[in-house]
């Protein structure tokens, strides 16, 4: 029988990345699925020449064929998929009254339909199985408004509660869907939202003008911050937790 394996969207990079590779020296062998296939190649050779058993696929979450095409390739070529992590996201910023039409669709289309796609092309081969585990990566603004992030906030919600609710519809066939909500993490996504250098400490002291307060444990959030709540939740640690969402944001949402 073939190990089962763990797949991880948003694998090229940030929290994605460091997830695969937190996974993988934990023994878990990886699909890194991604759509950016010059980064996931540059991630994955350099987690391969670790010696880490972490495989490239690319695919775009948004495209539901090409989700259904990249599931049917990791179990025929690589291994069952007992494990799934939900990274994958997009973050286009501004105010309501100015936001376009097309970054709207396409916050929701990578940040919550492309969660859906991956879902449930995994969930269909896992019930049969009758075991698995699912997280999907949120964010602390699912329920804490955030001033020109609606469109990101509004997607992370939608996702909370499909996990949510597929959690509920899945739980007799041994399926455990879970979410971990992490704040402000030292990622590329964070970093185009600073534009200058006093930007990092704003975000620990946080913006009374747009009502946001900062950090209580005083440091921006690091990718393993975020995989280590990712990998307790897939883990046999965590089998009787599901529909579970766990923040990691050092206090920003004053546990709300």
Request: hydrophobic content about 50%; charged content about 20%.
């Amino acid at each position: 029988m073939r190990s089962s394996i763990a797949l991880v969207t948003g694998a090229a990079g940030g929290i994605g990345a460091e997830v695969a590779r937190l996974l993988a020296e934990r023994g878990t062998p990886v699909a890194a699925v991604d759509r950016d296939e010059d980064r996931l190649a540059a991630t994955v050779a350099a987690l391969a020449a670790a010696g880490l058993p972490v495989r490239a696929f690319a695919a775009d979450v948004a495209d539901s064929k090409s989700v259904d095409d990249v599931v049917a390739a990791v179990e025929d070529g690589f291994g069952p998929v007992d494990q799934l992590v939900n990274a994958a996201g997009v973050l286009r910023l501004g105010t309501v009254m100015e936001f376009g039409d097309e970054d709207w669709a396409a916050t929701f289309a990578v940040n919550v339909t492309g969660v859906l796609h991956m879902c449930r092309a995994v969930v269909n081969r896992m019930i049969p199985r009758g075991h698995g585990a699912i997280v999907t990566v949120s964010s602390n603004a699912a329920g804490t408004p955030r001033a020109e992030m609606a469109a990101y906030a509004a997607s992370k919600a939608a996702a909370t509660q499909f996990t949510k609710s597929l959690g509920l519809e899945v739980a007799a066939h041994g399926i455990r869907c879970n979410l971990v909500a992490p704040g402000s993490t030292d990622t590329p996504m964070l970093r185009s939202m600073w534009a200058d250098e006093d930007a990092e400490r704003r975000t620990l002291d946080g913006s009374p003008d747009i009502y946001r307060v900062g950090i209580p444990l005083r440091k921006i959030g690091r990718p393993l911050d975020v995989a280590q709540a990712v990998a307790f939740l897939l883990s046999e640690d965590a089998s009787h937790i599901t529909l579970h969402d766990l923040t990691v944001d050092g206090g920003a949402s004053l546990g709300v």
